[in-house]
């Protein structure tokens, strides 16, 4: 179903190397009360711009090493 307005810009702020996330027309939705994910897709959620930040990658790095 086509939205029934424009929408807001995605500005992307990949967290992790690789992935290619921010280049992709679909998301992820999590529903943590209900416990539940979904996935929506379209050409409105493609980022009009990413923002590659080197500090948050190598933060997360840093945070997954046990």
């Known amino acids: 179903m086509p939205p029934r307005s424009?929408?807001?810009?995605?500005?992307?702020?990949?967290i992790t190397a690789g992935s290619g996330a921010e280049v992709t027309k679909g998301a992820i939705i999590t529903d943590t009360v209900r416990r539940v994910k979904a996935g929506i897709r379209g050409d409105d959620?493609?980022?009009k711009t990413a923002i590659i930040d080197?500090?948050?990658?190598?933060?997360?790095?840093?945070s997954r090493r046990g």
């Open 45 to 47: 959620l493609y980022p």
């Open 6 to 14: 424009s929408c807001l810009p995605v500005i992307a702020v990949p």
């Open 54 to 62: 080197p500090a948050l990658l190598r933060l997360n790095l840093w």
